[in-house]
């Protein structure tokens, strides 16, 4: 069958898939099981995987990345096995694509076109649906036309045509531009307004209380010990991108302490560049947050690959965070590493070496309780977490306007008033309170240390 007649969508449910890849010299992949990613990946997608097939080289080649001699042999595989779809365990170019489709007569996917698809059909939210849609729109367009074949111009010179059409014609292609051009100006102009609201409101939050962020490689188990620790709501399963929202409730710390927890989208391998960016609001949570905790699977036999992917993808977002901020008004989030799945481990050898590697790391499984005993590790968390929530915590004394009814609120219900005096409409309070409850009555107007008249306790005079 043409390719132009396959290349129509990069869906793949109910599809026979076969698996390829190059192994270059850099590649990272799982070498106990090199397709076992990619392999998830497309079975999630809806697609029935029937065989694998790799290259080891030194450079991929230009024309069809694969050797023509691979090339041949993955059609051969393809028509043994009856499969219609190749799905590449990296990024192709559309000229790529369009070369080993016409050589193997099969549908061509590469590795980012395989997510976008399962975002696609994961995307619930309205916000979600535009982030996918325009990720699709710019990064799959160029391969799908590409595959085209309905170039000839509509109307050329003496052709037939209606009124204002006559003259040197027009491709379709060129047609096809600017619809994609003007709904890609429609997606970012709403997607800016959607966001904007979101990121509004998270700062506006983040400001008032202690925010903790749940990131990690699909899969590492964030969604589970999500709902262990606070009252749940996230779809958790043992799949890829089980999340592609976020969510955030109330984590309660007990001794009074409630600090936010967010649930965010899970990192992959290669992760499409586009996606990332369009998806940046979704990882808002992520780079506005007090605390980071990144979840690792340390059951996973790809953990160590799975570390560098999360570590590097949060080191590119605090970068690009750091350019669009004011200068000193953000600051990178606390890491805090959680080591997951401890319960899945044969022995303890893996953890030992992770636990030497990473002595501040915690260790724990993040299934809910036996009745009322918790889970090994989730008392030393939640005592990490609300030693950073607390912070240094000192004795001050404040002067706050009663018509600053927030700040009024915030210094009653989260610190420890030893004090109170009424004054001409002001509250003069002696309390012991934390720096981060003093970051938010400063974001209030309140005057703080450094930041105006204050008074430690003690001092004479206000």
Not at 5 to 34: G, H, N, Q, W
Not at 61 to 71: E, I
């Amino acid at each position: 069958m043409p390719p132009s007649k396959e290349r129509t969508t990069i869906e793949v449910r109910s599809e026979r898939a076969v698996l390829a890849a190059a192994r270059l010299p850099d590649s990272l992949y799982d070498p106990a099981d090199p397709f076992g990613e990619l392999r998830a990946l497309a079975e999630q997608a809806g697609a029935v995987v029937v065989g694998e097939l790799e290259q080891r080289m030194q450079r991929p080649q230009s024309g069809t990345y694969l050797g023509k001699g691979k090339v041949d042999e993955l059609k051969q595989l393809c028509e043994a096995l009856g499969s219609t779809t190749i799905i590449f365990d990296h990024d192709l170019s559309p000229a790529q694509i369009s070369a080993i489709e016409r050589t193997t007569e099969r549908k061509v996917l590469d590795r980012s076109e395989l997510i976008l698809d399962i975002f696609a059909s994961r995307a619930t939210s309205y916000e979600a649906k535009l982030q996918v849609e325009l990720a699709q729109l710019e990064y799959t367009y160029p391969r799908l036309r590409a595959m085209w074949d309905h170039l000839e111009r509509i109307v050329g010179s003496g052709g037939i045509g209606g009124v204002g059409t006559r003259g040197p014609g027009e491709q379709q292609l060129e047609i096809d531009r600017r619809l994609v051009q003007r709904r890609r100006l429609e997606l970012e102009r709403e997607l800016e307004r959607v966001q904007g609201r979101k990121r509004r409101a998270v700062r506006q939050r983040n400001s008032e209380r202690f925010t903790v962020g749940l990131v990690g490689y699909t899969n590492a188990g964030k969604s589970t010990l999500f709902n262990t620790l606070t009252e749940g709501g996230a779809y958790a399963d043992d799949r890829v991108f089980a999340t592609l929202m976020t969510r955030t409730r109330a984590w309660d710390l007990g001794t009074g302490l409630e600090v936010m927890l967010s649930d965010t989208v899970g990192f992959v391998r290669d992760l499409p560049h586009r996606l990332i960016a369009s998806f940046r609001a979704t990882l808002e949570e992520a780079t506005h947050a007090d605390v980071l905790l990144v979840v690792l699977d340390v059951a996973d036999p790809a953990c160590e690959l799975q570390f560098q992917t999360v570590m590097k993808t949060l080191d590119d977002l605090d970068a690009e965070t750091a350019k669009m901020e004011d200068a000193g008004a953000w600051s990178p989030p606390t890491r805090v590493i959680v080591l997951n799945k401890i319960d899945r481990l044969k022995d303890n050898r893996e953890l030992l070496v992770w636990q030497q590697r990473l002595p501040d790391a915690i260790a724990l499984c993040s299934l809910p309780p036996i009745g009322e005993e918790p889970r090994p590790g989730q008392e030393k968390l939640a005592r990490r977490i609300r030693r950073l929530a607390e912070g240094d915590v000192r004795e001050l004394t404040l002067r706050v306007e009663l018509k600053n009814a927030k700040a009024v609120n915030l210094i009653e219900t989260q610190a420890r008033v030893r004090s109170r005096d009424y004054e001409d409409g002001v509250l003069i309070v002696t309390a012991e309170m934390s720096d981060r409850l003093l970051r938010q009555l400063r974001s209030l107007g309140v005057a703080t240390p450094g930041h105006g008249q204050v008074q430690r306790a003690g001092w004479k005079g206000l």
